[in-house]
Structures are given as C-alpha cells and as structure tokens.
C-alpha cells in the first residue's frame, strides 16, 4: 500500500493531510484521519471529525487486514469506521475523511439520508439504496435538488473470526442515490443499509461520478475533472473475488479517489469489472 505524500501533522493519532482546491473554488477540501490499535481477532471502532468550520462530505478506510462492516458519515462533522481484524495479528485501522470548508451562506450537508435495512439471506445478495432530496419545484422560491456528495454503509459480522463480514461488492453512485450491494457467505442471514449524503441549498452546484479501472497491481485511482473536487467515492468489484479485504478506499489527492485491493489480476491488463469510483463535486 503507497504512503501518503500530503500528510502534514499528526497529534494523538489524527493526522491533517492537507487543505486542497483551486484559488477560485468554492468550497475548498480538507484531508483528515484517524486511526486506532487493534488486536488480532479483535473490533475496531474509529471515528474522525473535521475541525471548526468544516462539514464532513465523505469518507473511507484503510487496513488491510480488516472487514469493514461500517463506513459512514456521524453527525455533521464525524465519519465513523468499524472493522474486525481477521488475522492473527494486531495492526491500525484508519478512518478517513474530507472536509469541506467555506460553503456559501444558506448551503449545509443534508442530514444523512438512511436507505432500507435490507436482509440478506446466506449465499445470497442484497442491495440497499439511499437517495437524495428531489427539492420542490412547486414550492415559492423552488427547491432545487440535493446534490449527492457521497454515501456509506453498515452491515453485519460473521458468527466467528474466521467468518468475515458480508462482501460489500458495490459501494457506489446510481443517479441521485447511494446504492450498497452485499454477498453473504457468513452463514446466517445478515443486513446491509445504505446511507446518502447530500449537499443542500448550494446554487449550481453538481456532482457526477468517475470511474478508473483496477491495475495488475491491486490499485486503481479515480480523477476528477479539471479543478473539481473529489469529495468521496467507492468502487465495484467482482462478487467471487471480494473476500479478501480492501486495503484502502479513500482520498488519495484533493481530485483522486483511491482503491488498494488484496487481490492481483492473473493477466496483465486492467480489470474492467472492479472499478474505483470517484464521487466529484463542481462548486462555482
């Protein structure tokens, strides 16, 4: 896994990596982490917050020896990870989050939105979806539509340590919505809920998805557009291969959005079936 190049300070283990965006944009992007000791075999729980004036947008993980079985944003300012470690040794599980500062007067991160708490029985798969505000055309002045910003999840555990959580095989954009698609193979039946985060009351602003495909080498980095910010993300990847844990889906650079994953292609071309996907924000 590549090591970070914005990283600027680090106090009782959150780490600020950097304050990004154009000298024209509007909002501008904070990098932020937090990261956590966890034993073998044990949970982790792992919350970081933006500092004053910032609004969480989005967010991610890393470790690479651990199944993530929550990744989502926490009050207006928090994004919050829990993971098991599944090995028999102890390493750090990080969470990460973007920030963004100067939002316009009247603009404000939506409450999140909860998608519906789907079961998922065992062998089987699941899709839960989260979706935006449409606004109110109708209404005087209108309403305009909540800008989709990103999404996260939650889901549940194994019976064992030996049983990793269900396979979060897409965690991804599908028009205003925040769609979260699940493979069970803990042996029992399971949930998984999708959660929407929306940008709300901003005038002409927009997001709209990227994707990269996946390298031989595990990693695939998503961009966005010219100067547009990369606000959050996730990716897409092949059901049958998602046991293996994801090392880090997060903000790797103010317009990149990264996927590390346990896993190397047999041939020497891109997978065009697993996919990091970047969440992008244009703010004029």
């Known amino acids: 896994m590549r090591t970070r190049s914005l990283f600027l300070a680090s106090v009782m283990g959150v780490a ?19 990261f956590v000791w966890v034993p073998a075999g044990q949970n982790g729980d792992i919350t970081v917050n933006c500092t004053s004036g910032g609004f969480m947008a989005g967010g991610g993980y890393r470790g690479a020896n651990f199944a993530v079985y929550r990744s989502e944003k926490t009050g207006s300012t928090g994004w919050r990870v829990q993971g098991r470690n599944i090995t ?12 963004l500062f100067g939002l316009p007067s009247g603009a404000s991160i939506a409450a999140t939105v909860n ?5 998922v029985g ?7 979806t989260a979706t935006c505000s449409a606004g109110d055309p109708k209404h005087k002045p209108p309403i305009p539509p909540d800008v989709l910003l990103s999404g996260g999840f939650i889901t549940q555990l194994g019976t064992s340590g030996s049983k990793r959580v269900m396979t979060i095989y897409s965690d991804q954009r599908s028009g205003s919505s925040w769609k979260v698609s699940a493979y069970n193979t803990t042996g029992g039946t399971k949930t998984v809920q999708a959660f929407a985060h929306c940008l709300h009351g901003y005038s002409g602003a927009s997001s709209y998805q990227n994707s990269a495909e996946l390298e031989p080498e595990g990693m695939a980095d998503a961009w966005c557009n010219g100067t547009d910010i990369a606000v959050g993300g996730g990716y897409s990847i092949v059901r049958t291969v998602g046991n293996v844990p994801l090392q880090m889906v997060s903000i790797y650079g103010p317009s990149d959005w990264d996927c590390d994953m346990n896993y190397t292609l047999s041939s020497g071309d891109p997978d065009p079936n697993s996919l990091s996907l970047a969440q992008c924000l244009y703010a004029p």
Do not use: R
């Open 16 to 34: 600020l990596l950097g304050l990004a965006g154009s000298a024209s944009a509007s909002p501008s992007l904070g990098l932020i982490e937090n």
């Open 122 to 128: 065992n062998n089987s798969t699941g899709t839960s």
């Open 88 to 99: 028999s040794s102890g390493d750090y599980l990080y969470a990460e989050g973007n920030c």
């Open 115 to 119: 998608g519906g708490t789907v079961n």
